[in-house]
C-alpha cells in the first residue's frame, strides 16, 4: 500500500490548492478515503471523507463550504480542492485509506500565510 | 459533535513496562474506535480498529479493550520503538474526531 500527497505549498490569505493523493498496492476503487490534519505540534484533526464511488462526501465543519474532496478511479487518485484558505489551515494533510483508517501517506504541508 | 478525551495527557515509563491509555466518548460509539500511533516528524501509524482488532502487521503487544464510551489502549512489555504520541479516533458518526494524544516518555 502506498499513498503519496502532493500539491502543497505557501499560499496567502484567501488563495486556493490542490492536493493530490496518489494510490497503488490496493484496490482503490473501492476504498473509502479521508483527509487528515495536523497544525504543526499539534493533534491530529480529521477534515473530510469519500466513499468509494465518489458519490458521498463529508467535511469537518471548518472546512465546509470552502474545501471539496472527490476522486478519479480512473486514476487511482483522491483530491482536496482548497478555497478560501485561512492561517488556520496551515497543517500538514495526510491523505488516509479505509472505512476505518488503515493506511496514511507521509503527508504534504500546507502553509497559508502572506 | 462527538467528543474524545483521552488520559493521562502524558505518561513516562521504563522498558518492559505495561501500560494502559484510556479514551473516553462523550456519548456511545457502539465499538467505531480506532487507535493510532505516532513518532516525531513521521506520519502516523494505525494500530487497532473496531475497538479491539489490530491492524495486519500489527504485534500482539497491542491491545484494545472497551465499548460504548470507554475504551483502553493497552501496551505490554515497552521496547524504545513503542514511545510515541498516541492517538484514538471515533469513526461512529460525523465529524469524526480525534483524542488529544497521549504522549509516552521514557522514564
Known amino acids: 500500500v502506498q499513498l503519496v500527497e502532493s500539491g502543497g505549498g505557501l499560499v496567502q490569505p484567501g488563495g486556493s490548492l490542490r492536493l493530490s493523493c496518489a494510490a497503488s498496492g490496493f484496490t482503490f476503487s473501492t476504498s473509502w478515503m479521508d483527509w487528515v490534519r495536523q497544525a504543526p505540534g499539534k493533534g491530529l484533526v480529521w477534515v473530510s471523507r469519500i466513499n468509494s464511488d465518489g458519490s458521498s462526501t463529508n467535511y469537518a465543519d471548518s472546512v465546509k463550504g470552502r474545501f471539496t474532496i472527490s476522486r478519479d478511479n480512473a486514476k487511482n487518485t483522491l483530491y482536496l480542492q482548497m478555497s478560501s484558505l485561512r492561517a488556520e489551515d496551515t497543517a500538514f494533510y495526510y491523505c488516509t485509506r479505509g472505512y476505518a483508517i488503515a493506511s496514511w501517506g507521509q503527508g504534504t504541508l500546507v502553509t497559508v500565510s502572506s | 459533535d462527538i467528543q474524545m478525551t483521552q488520559s493521562p495527557s502524558s505518561l513516562s515509563a521504563s522498558v518492559g513496562d505495561r501500560v494502559t491509555i484510556t479514551c473516553r466518548a462523550s456519548q456511545g460509539i457502539s465499538n467505531s474506535l480506532a487507535w493510532f500511533q505516532q513518532k516525531p516528524g513521521k506520519a502516523p501509524k494505525s494500530l487497532i480498529y473496531?475497538?479491539?482488532t489490530l491492524q495486519s502487521g500489527v504485534p500482539s503487544k497491542f491491545s484494545g479493550s472497551g465499548s460504548g464510551t470507554d475504551f483502553t489502549l493497552t501496551i505490554s512489555s515497552l521496547q524504545p520503538e513503542d514511545f510515541a504520541t498516541y492517538y484514538c479516533?471515533?469513526?461512529?458518526?460525523?465529524?469524526?474526531?480525534f483524542g488529544q494524544g497521549t504522549k509516552l516518555e521514557i522514564k
Open positions: 479516533q471515533q469513526y461512529n458518526s460525523y465529524p469524526y474526531t
Open positions: 473496531a475497538a479491539s
